[in-house]
């Protein structure tokens, strides 16, 4: 014993019992168990509370549908009513005229586990809840049941008091109500656009016939159709709902709910073409397409903008509204114009509002709108933004350019309008003359991207069509802006630099009266003022001195470029005052839809951006800032304007050139140009010539032989003259 513990106590390292080294684990596995019964604690209750929030979960009357309203859309005081949003034609039809083809399309949509689930769908809001906390996709994770308890019985406010109220009663509804009832209840209130509650509503809408004789393709593209009714209608985005169609017929032969033999055999069936309704008739559906298109673009559901009740407050001003389409009546060719198109659009600077636009004649027989619609050149009226950009890099309006015809940049080959030759030429002149080879060998100089940088910072989306083919035909207006964002993009011009997207909405109010939005414009500086400055004061002289003359008939300062594209397929004006950015396009297309020659159009050979166009801007104008004053526009930086003394040829060698004039002076033109063509004249009084800086012959008119002009009997407000040049 004694040699023993002498032993342990004599040398080496004393270890600690085995025992004494499991001391710690006790607390962590106190910790453990504490966890886990908080945890379950919390299950529980949170059970618990369920059960109780279940039991007191009352179900309402479906009938309740019947007392919701459509949403009314106001003109721009607040008071008149423009329109209305939502014409309900529910037709509510029992489960079994539903072919179970149909009723299949639309489980493998929407809820390919209903007849699996007690109402709610745990792995859809986990998964969910995920995408919405890590920044995914917003996901609903509504379950059949769930959509049905929300569209018959609950608001459509997106908040989670609403949407746990939701669960409750789609759990409520799972243990009172059978689910071939709640499949049905739910195919009779679904919304389906064209106006159409219901499958019943739907299926005459779309196909012509009652649900009970849809075939399985018709009856998925109306199960397609429900994820979203305004951004997947056929004559919005038919191939976006080809594709989901596909999706819908693919997931069917998953579930084995059809065989890939009978799925190979499926095409996309024909659809109705829509027929709108006389309340839509004239300039109104276009209005309330824009609204409607604002109001999903600012989070708002279909449902709730079809049925909701909304009062909506627009940009639209009636009086500008009724001046747009009276001056496309008055101004506009009378012949000649098959397959024609012209657009117009009229946005406020500084708010970025929609005053007024010209969709086309009558939106119950095209719903094609021209005003917002990518489709016309711009032509030279996106000269500006080059022209903005060169300021900005310090390239004044004095500086010379190369306006000979032919001419050829970077290897590019081009002609000015009727291969007119200039010689050197200021920048301030090819603005007003609209010159090609001056404004080419420009954009040669500065880059087409700073170019297209200029247009984007305007307000000329990005995705523009021809926006991204970045090559020297780009500052000649290869690119198909929207009527609509020529105007936001000049309004910037007119704001002095700020921009500011257009908007059509300017107020929502719920049916109960709450403020459910309230527009306040958010500016962007886009330029500096001094660069606006010097632009608007060039587009100023297109007005007074170059081809945009005919706005000189508005009577106040205005800015304004004219475009006319090649093969005159496309003919633009646009321009602006201090209170209003306009923009006018007109295009002719076959019964296919493919650009063609506006030759002939109004008894013109040639319609330029100066003639028509130009008329019906200065009509509307005329009548839009009617009692308003007439403002001037900020006077530009020093050193902008020309000197009135300067030469206007190369004068002697070594005599003195006067301060601030060109460097080296503009040249005479070639003695082999061609001679100004004969223009018509705006009454009262005669209007500059082709050539401003030349004089006038006196009066000239138009002759009923002269081709160019076609009969005298031609309404003279719309007689044009022809542009500088085209792209």
Request: aromatic share 6%.
């Amino acid at each position: 014993m004694a040699t023993s513990k002498k032993a342990q106590g004599s040398g080496g390292t004393r270890r600690p019992p085995a025992r004494r080294a499991a001391a710690a684990p006790p607390r962590k596995r106190h910790w453990l168990r504490w966890t886990i019964v908080t945890v379950l604690g919390v299950v529980v209750l949170g059970i618990a509370v369920f059960a109780i929030a279940l039991a007191r979960t009352t179900v309402p009357s479906p009938n309740d549908l019947t007392t919701s309203e459509a949403t009314v859309v106001y003109w721009a005081d607040g008071r008149t009513e423009l329109g209305r949003l939502g014409d309900s034609t529910r037709r509510s039809i029992p489960l079994s005229d539903v072919p179970l083809d149909v009723q299949h399309a639309v489980l493998a949509a929407e809820d390919r586990g209903f007849y699996d689930h007690g109402g709610v769908s745990p792995v859809g809001i986990a998964r969910a809840l995920w995408n919405n906390v890590t920044g995914g996709s917003t996901q609903g994770a509504s379950t059949i049941t769930q959509q049905y308890a929300k569209n018959a019985f609950l608001t459509q406010e997106r908040t989670w008091d609403r949407k746990i109220r939701e669960i409750l009663l789609a759990t409520k509804l799972e243990t009172v109500v059978s689910k071939d009832e709640i499949l049905e209840n739910y195919l009779n209130t679904i919304y389906f656009g064209r106006g159409a509650d219901g499958i019943e509503a739907a299926s005459i809408a779309y196909f012509g016939v009652p649900t009970s004789e849809l075939s399985v393709e018709q009856g998925a593209v109306l199960a397609a159709i429900i994820k979203s009714p305004s951004g997947l209608a056929p004559e919005k985005d038919l191939a976006g709902l080809k594709a989901r169609w596909s999706y819908v017929m693919d997931a069917m032969v998953e579930q084995g709910w059809l065989t890939p033999a009978q799925r190979a055999k499926t095409e996309f069936p024909k659809i109705k073409k829509l027929k709108a309704k006389d309340r839509l008739g004239g300039q109104t559906g276009f209005l309330l397409s824009m609204v409607e298109q604002q109001l999903l673009d600012q989070g708002f559901d279909e449902t709730e903008i079809q049925r909701g009740g909304l009062r909506v407050t627009s940009t639209f001003d009636q009086a500008a509204q009724r001046a747009a389409t009276a001056a496309v009546r008055k101004a506009g060719p009378d012949s000649g114009t098959a397959g024609l198109r012209i657009g117009l659009a009229a946005v406020r600077p500084g708010t970025g509002e929609v005053v007024a636009i010209y969709g086309g004649p009558d939106f119950v027989t095209d719903q094609i709108n021209n005003a917002t619609r990518e489709f016309a050149q711009a032509g030279s009226t996106f000269k500006p933004f080059a022209l903005a950009a060169a300021t900005e890099k310090g390239i004044g309006l004095s500086t010379v350019w190369p306006g000979n015809s032919p001419a050829t940049v970077d290897g590019y080959t081009f002609n000015n309008y009727g291969n007119r030759s200039y010689g050197d030429v200021t920048l301030l002149k090819a603005t007003e003359d609209s010159i090609n080879s001056a404004y080419v060998s420009l954009e040669s100089e500065i880059g087409v991207d700073t170019v297209a940088d200029a247009a984007i910072r305007a307000g000329v989306p990005s995705d523009t069509p021809g926006l991204d083919d970045r090559n020297l035909t780009l500052v000649l207006g290869t690119s198909s802006p929207s009527a609509l964002s020529m105007a936001d993009a000049y309004a910037t011009f007119a704001a002095r630099g700020d921009r500011v997207s257009p908007t059509t909405v300017t107020r929502v109010v719920g049916p109960n009266g709450g403020l459910l939005y309230d527009y306040a414009p958010r500016a962007t500086s886009a330029f500096d003022p001094d660069t606006v400055d010097t632009v608007t004061y060039a587009l100023g002289k297109v007005v007074t001195d170059g081809t945009g003359f005919a706005a000189q008939a508005l009577g106040r300062p205005a800015a304004a470029k004219t475009g006319t594209t090649d093969d005159n397929k496309s003919a633009w004006f646009v321009g602006y005052t201090p209170q209003l950015a306009v923009a006018v396009l007109m295009a002719k297309e076959n019964s296919d839809g493919i650009p063609v020659s506006m030759a002939g159009t109004g008894g013109l050979e040639t319609v330029t951006g100066g003639s028509f166009p130009a008329a019906i801007w200065t009509t509307f104008m005329k009548s839009a800032l009617d009692g308003l004053p007439a403002l001037d526009f900020p006077a530009p930086p020093p050193g902008v304007i020309t000197p009135s003394n300067c030469p206007a040829s190369i004068a002697a060698e070594g005599d003195p050139v006067p301060e601030g004039c060109p460097t080296p002076p503009v040249v005479p033109e070639f003695s082999n140009a061609p001679e100004p063509s004969a223009v018509a004249t705006l009454p009262p009084s005669p209007v500059p010539s082709e050539v401003p800086s030349e004089t006038a012959p006196p009066d000239p008119q138009p002759s009923a032989s002269d081709p160019q002009f076609g009969p005298s009997s031609q309404p003279q407000p719309g007689e044009p003259t022809q542009e500088g040049v085209t792209p």
